[in-house]
């Protein structure tokens, strides 16, 4: 798996974070909102993510990127972001490109993962592959902390549909 963002040092150990989500929406209307609908977050998610733009390419395609505007930890960032979609697996991946996370790590690559259960709803696995510019840098807590919330709150928007 290619990691991309910061330089292209391969001489820096890469790291792992995870989370796992329940939701208690519609899985595959949740996968489709991380896969091609990324323009309904700020609506769903207005207190982490306050803009999103298509940088070059389209909102559904694979290899397009955007722009985001976003708080996390009371900070207002940005993150050019480069979209992967596996429409077999339901993951779609976003590699950093350009940002706030590229000042702490010199690749970071954020994984969703959607995972429908028999009965309705389903499980988001969100995982952070990292590589630190310095060893004293901490792990990516606050950015798993943000997907985890915005997670939740795409779940919530999404139940009221």
Same mark, same amino acid.
């Given at each position: 798996?290619?990691?991309s963002g910061g330089g292209n040092n391969n001489s820096y150990k890469l790291e792992t !974070?995870?989370?796992?989500?329940? =939701? *208690? #929406?519609?899985?595959?209307?949740?996968?489709?909102?991380? @896969? $091609?609908?990324?323009?309904?977050?700020?609506?769903? @998610? @207005?207190?982490?993510?306050?803009?999103? !733009?298509?940088?070059?390419?389209?909102?559904?395609? #694979?290899?397009?990127? *955007?722009?985001?505007?976003?708080?996390?930890? /009371?900070?207002?960032?940005?993150?050019?972001?480069?979209?992967?979609?596996?429409?077999? $697996?339901?993951?779609? #991946?976003?590699?950093?490109?350009?940002?706030?996370?590229?000042?702490? %790590?010199?690749? %970071?690559?954020? =994984?969703?993962?959607?995972?429908?259960?028999?009965?309705?709803?389903?499980?988001?696995? =969100?995982? =952070?592959?990292? /590589? *630190?510019?310095?060893d004293n840098d901490p792990p990516p807590h606050k950015y798993l902390r943000f997907a985890i919330n915005v997670v939740h709150d795409m779940d919530a928007?999404?139940?009221?549909?």
């Amino acid at each position: 798996m290619a990691l991309s963002g910061g330089g292209n040092n391969n001489s820096y150990k890469l790291e792992t !974070v995870e989370a796992e989500v329940e =939701i *208690k #929406s519609n899985a595959d209307k949740l996968y489709k909102v991380f @896969s $091609n609908q990324h323009h309904a977050f700020p609506k769903a @998610s @207005s207190d982490h993510v306050h803009d999103v !733009v298509v940088h070059e390419g389209d909102w559904e395609t #694979s290899g397009s990127i *955007k722009l985001w505007t976003y708080t996390a930890d /009371g900070n207002v960032e940005i993150f050019k972001e480069k979209v992967e979609i596996d429409e077999a $697996n339901k993951w779609v #991946s976003f590699t950093a490109l350009e940002g706030h996370v590229l000042e702490q %790590y010199r690749s %970071y690559k954020i =994984i969703f993962q959607v995972t429908p259960k028999s009965g309705g709803g389903g499980l988001v696995k =969100i995982t =952070i592959h990292y /590589g *630190k510019l310095n060893d004293n840098d901490p792990p990516p807590h606050k950015y798993l902390r943000f997907a985890i919330n915005v997670v939740h709150d795409m779940d919530a928007h999404l139940l009221k549909e």
